[in-house]
């Protein structure tokens, strides 16, 4: 991926992994969420750079750096689950989802990790299923007492 640059997350990389999100969720997603759903879903006013700053050192996340900016973020856990993967709305479609999840399949591959998998969003579904990942159940989960859907996916490493 020429011009991506794929490192492990920094705690001064809180505050702009935390703007990816909020854009993502809030641009994005709203083609394919309500704005309940999205209000619900980003809650802004709940969240706290050193709050997201310890998730994301936590979650030993990646970031996807252009030209000197974040343009996503993601991480795998030891099990193969995937948390998070968010891409800025002004990267869409520049190969950046598909460097961290590439970076993500090497680092599970290296510690033996069978599977991947992730709770998936209606807007991420199609880039998740064309790089291999299969639905195996739609969920619904309630955040803040507002119901989205999403999708468990998964994809074997073998």
Not at 22 to 40: G, K, N, W
Not at 41 to 46: G, I, T
Not at 52 to 68: N, T, Y
Not at 123 to 134: L, Q
Request: contains cysteine.
């Amino acid at each position: 991926m020429p011009g991506i640059q794929i490192r492990d997350c920094r705690d001064s990389d809180a505050a702009a992994t935390l703007q990816v999100f909020l854009d993502a969720v809030t641009v994005t997603a709203a083609a394919d969420y309500s704005p309940e759903q999205i209000a619900a879903w980003a809650r802004p006013e709940k969240r706290s750079i050193e709050e997201w700053s310890a998730a994301m050192q936590r979650l030993a996340g990646i970031v996807a750096v252009i030209d000197g900016r974040v343009a996503g973020f993601s991480d795998v856990s030891a099990e193969g689950d995937i948390d998070m993967m968010f891409v800025s709305p002004d990267f869409t479609r520049r190969g950046v989802a598909r460097a961290l999840l590439t970076e993500l399949e090497s680092r599970a591959r290296t510690a033996g990790t069978p599977v991947l998998s992730a709770n998936v969003s209606v807007t991420a579904r199609p880039f998740f299923e064309h790089v291999g990942f299969s639905v195996e159940a739609e969920q619904h989960p309630v955040i803040d007492g507002v119901e989205l859907t999403n999708f468990r996916m998964m994809k074997p490493l073998g």
